[in-house]
């Protein structure tokens, strides 16, 4: 693992630790994504689950990646995963 992990992918494994079968898909010691892994697995997952795992993803690489609309997407996750949203939106970062 890297001596240290930057503040915000400090604070990015925090929130995914939160949804382990998620967490499996990055790499915290590479400090990398599956991402073909994810992108194949996408549509094995609930609704609910593709979509917060979209949420991770477009926050791990940036823009539009993994096609996540919050608006769309924030209507399929539970009230758990609303509320790690919402926290998000209120104080933002991208890891």
């Not at 001596?3 to 790499?27: I, K």
């Not at 599956?34 to 609910?48: A, P, R, V, W």
């Not at 609309?69 to 991208?94: E, G, K, T, Y």
Request: aromatic content about 14%; charged content about 20%; proline content about 3%.
């Amino acid at each position: 693992m890297k001596e240290t992990l930057a503040e915000n992918q400090q604070r990015f494994f925090a929130m995914l630790e939160e949804f382990p079968r998620l967490s499996l898909y990055w790499d915290k010691d590479a400090t990398s994504l599956h991402h073909e892994t994810l992108k194949h697995d996408l549509h094995t997952m609930s609704s609910g689950e593709s979509a917060l795992a979209r949420f991770f993803a477009s926050l791990w690489l940036g823009g539009k990646a993994f096609e996540f609309d919050l608006f769309r997407h924030i209507q399929n996750c539970d009230a758990c995963a609303q509320s790690m949203i919402a926290a998000w939106v209120a104080n933002p970062f991208c890891p």
